[in-house]
Nanobody, 121 residues
């Protein structure tokens, strides 16, 4: 599966932003989808993952209550709605795909190219 993330940009603290990740292929619904991020000078970290059906979701504590993941299997797309953004959310955000659930928090098998989110204070 090939993944293409989009929607990043420069926003102010407290603003919202929605990321999208479009997947190629006809088997999108067979993949667990996730978002990871890597801040400058830091290691990549898990953000959130959603099961194949969308019925199960797992959030990192740092984004719980502010970020919402969703997927549209008919459009081969997964979304990340980010609200109440903080400067510490600044990072390159990567979408990822895997066939395993529960999600592997240290990485998935397939990766998109990343989209930069910058949150100014």
């Amino acid at each position: 599966v090939q993944l293409q993330a989009s929607g990043g940009g420069l926003v102010q603290a407290g603003d919202s932003l929605r990321l999208s990740c479009a997947a190629s292929g006809r088997t999108f619904s067979s993949y667990v989808m996730g978002w990871f991020r890597q801040a400058p000078g830091k290691e990549r970290e898990f953000v959130v993952a959603i099961s194949r059906s969308g019925k199960s979701i797992y959030y990192a504590d740092s984004v719980k209550g502010r970020f919402t993941i969703s997927r549209d299997n008919a459009k081969n797309t997964v979304y990340l709605q980010m609200n109440s953004l903080k400067p510490e959310d600044t990072a390159i955000y990567y979408c990822a795909a895997d066939r395993r659930w529960p999600p592997l928090l240290d990485g998935m098998d397939y990766w998109g190219q990343g989209t930069l989110v910058t949150v100014s204070s």
